[in-house]
């Protein structure tokens, strides 16, 4: 079975711009979360979807959002970015939300 | 809201020493997860521990959920090598919000 997948793996934007990233759950996950990790920190946790539900947000500000699919795969959308948006973005996936996460290879976005 | 803190940030270890890392929470946990983050990559799962004074071993890997489950502890017997890497433990705060500590960053001196 395949992993978690993202893509992009590397992004590069300028500062106003805005961002798409996207993840797709191993097969049979209905959880996605989001997590943010800056260098040398653990990763922040961001959103959390659960059969397309929003099931919880942490502490990000309105430009950050993103969404569930039918097929569980999700999206993370960043407006207006900012110097500090610079991160590796990790989603990862799980059977109920409550059991262990798989991670993908996250997405490294620099914003310039 | 809930903190995890883990000790020490670094971690230097002679190949074939032991050392152990700790793991609080400023809150009771209904579990507690531990995941390894090798150099560049992501974090991955290692162990989930729920039940009070638990202990678990994955070969020399040894952890351990206190028994007021608010602390956890991961113990590595003859460090290799392969065993470099941020060591994280995460606890949910809410049901599938998991609260990362900052990490044990793990340097093995051959």
């Known amino acids: 079975d395949a992993g978690v997948t993202q893509s992009p793996t590397h992004l590069i934007k300028t500062r106003g711009q805005q961002v798409t990233l996207r993840c797709s759950p191993i097969?049979?996950?209905?959880?996605v979360s989001w997590y943010q990790q800056v260098l040398g920190q653990g990763p922040q946790f961001i959103f959390q979807?659960?059969?397309?539900?929003?099931?919880g947000r942490g502490n990000f500000p309105d430009r950050f959002s993103a969404r569930q699919f039918p097929n569980y795969s999700s999206e993370l959308n960043v407006n207006a970015l900012l110097l500090g948006d610079s991160a590796l973005y990790l989603c990862?996936?799980?059977?109920?939300?409550?059991?262990?996460?798989?991670f993908g290879q996250g997405t490294r976005l620099t914003v310039v | 809201g809930q903190q995890v803190m883990q000790i020490p940030q670094y971690q230097h270890v002679q190949e074939g020493e032991d050392f152990t890392t700790y793991c609080n929470s400023s809150t009771t946990l209904s579990n507690i997860q531990w995941y390894k983050q090798r150099p560049g990559g992501h974090p991955v799962f290692l162990i989930q521990?729920?039940?009070?004074?638990e202990v678990k071993k994955q070969k020399r890997l040894t952890f351990q959920f206190g028994e007021a489950k608010k602390n956890s502890s991961l113990h590595i017997t003859a460090t290799q090598t392969t065993d470099v890497g941020t060591y994280f433990c995460?606890?949910?705060?809410?049901?599938?919000?998991?609260?990362f500590g900052a990490g044990t960053q793990v340097v093995v001196t051959p």
């Open positions: 521990l729920v039940k009070s004074g």
């Open positions: 995460a606890g949910p705060y809410s049901w599938g919000k998991l609260q």
């Open positions: 097969s049979g996950h209905k959880s």
């Open positions: 990862a996936s799980s059977r109920t939300g409550d059991t262990e996460a798989f």
């Open positions: 979807y659960y059969e397309k539900e929003e099931r």
